[in-house]
Structure formats: C-alpha cells, structure tokens
C-alpha cells in the first residue's frame, strides 16, 4: 500500500507523458503543458510558505523573469519575417526607432547562457532581496506587503520600458524558431510539453531533497517558532534566503517553460492578482506537501480553461468560491484532505464531527497564547 | 575568586518608561546551581531575556566568561553556549521527539552541515540516551505536538541537554507538572549542576526547597535579598511581597 502510493505519482508523469499526447488535441496538450509549467512556480511557493511560513505574494517577479530570458533570446536568435524587423533586431524595436540593441540583451545571444540565465537571475535577485528582508528580521504580513510592493514596482517598470523590453505588449515568442522549428508549431509545443514533464519531477526532487531532512526540520522550525530557532543556535537568514532563492529559481524556470508554451511574456505575469493566484493554487492543493501543489496549479488551472471556455465571466467567481470552500473546508488543501481524514475532517467544519488538530499553528497554538498572559501580573 | 561563567553589572531594562529591570548585578560560579524566585512581574522572564540577547539592556554590563555578551544576536550567545527553556514548553510540534533533540543537538549549524552532513552515531547515542533518562524514548518517533504538557517540559530540558550549553537557564521548569514530575525534575536538574550552570525560575517554593541552592530574590525588577531558602524565608521584605501573598494565587 505504501509503495503504491509512492508509485502513484510516477504512473501519473509516465501517463501524461506517453499517453496524453495520443488522446488530446494539441490545444488541450498545450494547456496541459502550461499547467505542468504553473505547477514548478508552485512548488518553489510550497517550499517558502508551506514549509517556512514565508507568505510571498511577488513569486510572478521571478516567474516573468525567466520567461523575459527565454523571450529575449528566441527574438534575437530568430531571422524571419514575423519576428526581425528591417535594421536586422526583434521587430518592436522599429516601433521606437531604436537602432541599437540595449546591453542587456547581449548575453542572450547565448542560448547556453540563456539556459541558465532562466533561473540564475531570478535566484540571484530572489536572494538579494531576501537577504535584505530576512536580515532586518521583516517576518510575517509584512514580508508578504512586501513582495507585493516589490511586484509592483517591476510591474510598473516593465510595462514602462517600451523602448527596452516593448513596455506592455510583451514578447511574442510563438513566431520566433527554436531548433529550426517555429515555436508555435505543433512538433516544437509537443516537444516542450515533454520537456516540461521532465522538469517537473527535478523540480519535485529538489524541493522533496530540501525538505525532507535536517535541513527541512529546521525550515518547518523556522514557520513554526523562529525565535526558538535562534535560541538553539540557529542563524533563521541563511536559511531563508536559501529558500527563496531557490524557489525564485523555480519561478523563473516555471515561467520561461510558461512563456514558450503560451506564445508570449507580457508585464501581465507580474500583475497583482497572478501572483496570488500562485498561492491560491498551493492552499487549494495542499501547503507543506509537495504533491499538493502540483494538483493545485494543475487542476484549479483545467478547471479555469472549461470554466472561462463555458462562461467566461464567471471564473473570477468560483475561483474566490473554490478558495473560500478549500480554506474552511480544506484546510490542509486537496491533498491533505486525502491524505488524512477525508471525509471527517469536512464534517467537522459543520460541528458534525469532532474536529482534528490542525496545523498552522502559532496563532492557534494555546501554549504560544498563553505565555503573554502569563507574564502579565495576575 | 575564579571568574564569574556569568556576570551581569548594574544592568537596567527600560521599556517605554517602565523599569522592568532596575540596577541588576549578579554573577554566578561555574557549575553553580542558582534559584530565582520572585512575584509575577519581578523581571525575572526579562532577566533571561536581557541573558539571551533577546533584550538589549538599556543600560549596564553582561558578560560571559569574562568577555561581554552585549549586542550579540541570540544564535551567537547560544553558540557560546547558553541554552534557555522558555516558561512555555517550546518544542517544534510538527517534528518527532526524535529529531527535535537531533535539531538541537547539531553540532555545526550552518545551512550546508544540515543538508549534506549526517549526524554522527556519537550525536545519535546521545540523543537516545538522554531519552531513556527521561523516559521519552518509546515517544521516539511520535511528534511532539502529540505529546502532554509534563513531557513537553520534558522534551524541552531535554533538548537543552542535547545541546549541551555551559549555563542552563529555566524558566519556570514544573509550571503544571504533577507532584511526582516535579520531584523528577527537581532530581534531574541537581544532576546536570556541577557539569553545567544552572539557573531555575520557578514559584514553587517547594521545589526550589527541594533544590537546595542559593536563592535569589527578585522584586519590581530589583534584587531583594539572596541567601538560603530558610534565611530567606525569613526576611520579613520577602515575605511581605512574595511569601505574602501566595495565598491569593
Ligand atoms: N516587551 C515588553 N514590553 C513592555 N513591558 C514588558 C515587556 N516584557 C515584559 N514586560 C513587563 O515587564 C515586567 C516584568 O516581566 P517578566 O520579566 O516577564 O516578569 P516575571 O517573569 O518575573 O513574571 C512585567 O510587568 C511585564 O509586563
Ligand atoms: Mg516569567
């Protein structure tokens, strides 16, 4: 039984990976690709704030980064019609009369450089901006104000930058080539799908490799009662700055394989409600188990495509319905719910059942409650 | 006189106005055993903070080993080798008994050591061991948040054992222990004096009785009078703001 439930995630990847593409369409494939890819930003989300309690509400800075990366080279190294213009540079450059390539594009020659630009650059700002947070001990709802703040001024930024970036139309990347095939081909889409799923699962190792050992006893420390951390001898920064770093790194891979697979990257990755939208899919998956949060992006994203494809007004809604359900009455997410209790632990939301311990934690923690009573006199 | 493992001067704590420590000097012996007694509200949770680098003291001296401690983060004071049980059992509730006492027992505790270094079987007997003695061992693999108030005390002295510091500070260590507890721990913390520094907080006069170490007095962030358990008894200030009033508790 244990081993089948190991198994089980294995059997999912070999089935989407080698009979999927048999028995969807290629537009649905390609949604499904775009899931796979939304589901390692969640992951990267999972590891900060399922298991170190690190609330980032600005995972789109580094998703949009990697897909600005992967973006930047496609359009350089492309010499078609659709994507170069007269002066022999991306095209949009012509709209501004700008005849020389700003710098920053440079590197982006190099596809190898590319390659690991998608994530060296979201970690290495993910980790300097961290680093400032962590190390001024800002911790909880203002850490998440934040990031929030943090996304905005790279949204505002972007969406500025025309002459540099195209400003808010973004990169088109579906007419550019990538080993001599048109991005937006059916062969090179069914090739990056493929190379998603194989993403997808180092993804899943890495974070599992991170949190499953001492080093993941002391995140779950960490989210759970940080100053005790520090009291046994813990510096929590390193630790912190470890992990958004590398969840960053996430984000930029997730986004890159997002923006190849969806044709464009646009400022609109950094806006407000995208971001959020990251967590939404980790609470609905399950936080703090890793598994949960691919289910989340995963599902809560199929589930968008036939919603807005039925009604497309209506999505907004059942995406706040479908949160506001899995939070009272999910709050161990898909996942958790699955996992342990199941049906019961629902029950007990209406006071049928008697309700289980629930984690997290400090604020409901009646010992944690109780120490400022305590030293108050009596 | 050997120096103090452990000397504060003249130190005062002065939140917003309020003086919760006012002109506080002490010092203690390596491996003295030391009781801090004193109404709620004496300062003596802040006194361990002030130690722990938790509170920067508004004014005054703090050193250990003869070297000053002040300003120093509270992961450096504990590397030096100060561990602290908070007056609330804090145990990580969602890891197992075990790797509690493994996290804290770490000898090297950077990020990298946690990752690709495994404990040592020298780490890892010690942790049992300390286990058995205090009868945590067939709780091993349970998580602590599982486990009932006295072994959460429990675990969390434990744990300080495990992390082997030089001064061992208590707070309140048999707040809502059971008789029978509370004689064990009183045994348990006679043990560890002597190897380590000890400093118990505590109201229960009977345990401190029963640890049968020098008293301090706190009072509105004041030392009182220290002494004996029986010459402090008697003190008629003492009795006044402590013995006093414990009735009414
Ligand atoms: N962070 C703080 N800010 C303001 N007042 C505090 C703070 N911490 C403690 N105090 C006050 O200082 C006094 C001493 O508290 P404490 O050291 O906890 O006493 P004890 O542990 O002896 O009961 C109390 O009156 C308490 O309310
Ligand atoms: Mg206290």
């Known amino acids: ?378 | 006189m050997p120096t103090p493992i452990l000397e504060l001067q003249d130190v005062s704590v002065d939140f917003d106005g309020f003086f919760a420590l006012t002109d506080l000097s002490l010092s203690l012996q390596p491996g003295e055993l030391r009781s801090i007694i004193g109404p709620n509200g004496a300062g003596k949770t802040t006194f361990l903070d002030v130690i722990t680098g938790k509170v920067k003291p508004t004014k005054g001296a703090v050193s250990l080993r003869g070297e000053s401690i002040l300003g120093l983060s509270e992961q450096k004071i504990s590397r030096l080798g100060v561990g602290r049980k908070f007056q609330t059992p804090r145990v990580f509730n969602n890891l197992s008994v075990v790797r509690n006492l493994e996290f804290a027992a770490a000898p090297n505790k950077t990020p990298f050591h946690l990752m690709f270094e495994t404990l040592t079987s020298s780490v890892k007997d010690e942790v049992y061991r300390i286990m058995d003695y205090v009868g945590l061992a067939p709780y091993a693999k349970v998580e602590a948040g599982s486990l009932s108030h006295g072994q959460k005390q429990w675990l969390a002295i434990s744990m300080l054992v495990a992390q082997a510091p030089d001064v061992i500070l208590l707070d309140e260590p048999v707040a809502g222990l059971t008789d029978d507890e509370t004689a064990r721990t009183a045994e348990l913390i006679k043990s560890l004096a002597g190897d380590h520094t000890v400093v118990v907080i505590e109201h229960d006069m009977e345990f401190i009785r029963d640890l049968g170490a020098p008293v301090t007095v706190l009072h509105q962030g004041q030392l009182l009078t220290q002494g004996m358990m029986e010459e402090v008894k008697a003190d008629p200030r003492v009795i006044e703001v402590y013995l006093g009033q414990s009735d009414d508790h």
């Open chain 1, 1 to 378: 039984m244990k081993l089948f439930r190991k198994l089980v995630p294995w059997i999912l990847l070999a089935f989407a990976f080698f009979v999927l593409p048999e028995i969807l369409s290629q537009f649905r494939l390609n949604l499904f690709g775009r899931y796979f890819s939304l589901a390692i930003v969640a992951l990267g989300i999972d590891l900060i704030w399922g298991y170190t309690g690190l609330l980032s509400l600005g995972q789109g800075i580094f998703f949009a980064l990697g897909g600005y990366a992967i973006a930047m080279h496609l359009l350089l190294v492309t010499k078609n019609d659709f994507t170069t213009g007269a002066n022999g540079l991306p095209k949009f450059f012509e709209n501004y009369g700008v005849d020389n390539l700003p710098f920053f594009w440079e590197p982006f020659w190099s596809f190898p450089v590319t390659l690991i630009a998608i994530w060296i650059i979201p970690a290495v700002v993910a980790g300097l901006v961290g680093y400032l947070i962590f190390r001024n001990r800002i911790k909880g709802v203002y850490f998440s104000i934040i990031t929030q703040a943090s996304l905005m001024v790279f949204y505002h930024f972007f969406n500025g930058q025309q002459k540099l970036v195209n400003g808010t139309n973004g990169l088109k990347t579906s007419t550019t080539e990538l080993f001599g095939m048109i991005v937006g081909s059916d062969d090179a889409q069914l090739l990056l799908y493929r190379v998603t799923l194989i993403i997808l699962p180092f993804a899943y190792l890495l974070c599992k490799f991170l949190t499953s050992g001492r080093f993941g006893d002391a995140l779950i420390g960490i989210r759970d009662d940080e100053a005790r951390v520090r009291f046994t001898g813990f510096n929590p920064v390193p630790f912190k700055v470890i992990v958004f770093l590398v969840a960053g790194g996430l984000a930029g891979i997730s986004g890159a394989l997002y923006t190849v697979q969806s044709g464009i990257v646009s400022p609109q990755y950094m806006a407000i409600s995208m971001s959020i939208e990251m967590v939404i899919w980790v609470a609905v998956g399950g936080r703090g188990t890793l598994i949960g949060p691919i289910i989340g992006a995963v599902l809560v994203n199929y589930l968008r495509s036939l919603v807005s494809e039925a009604l497309p007004e209506a999505w907004l809604f059942v995406q706040g319905g479908l949160f506001i359900f899995v939070v009272v009455l999910m709050p161990d997410g898909i996942y958790g719910w699955l996992t342990k209790g199941g049906a019961a632990s629902m029950l007990s939301a209406f006071g049928i059942a008697k309700r289980a311990k629930t984690y997290p934690s400090l604020d409901l923690d009646e010992q944690v409650n109780l120490e400022p009573k305590t030293i108050t006199p009596k």
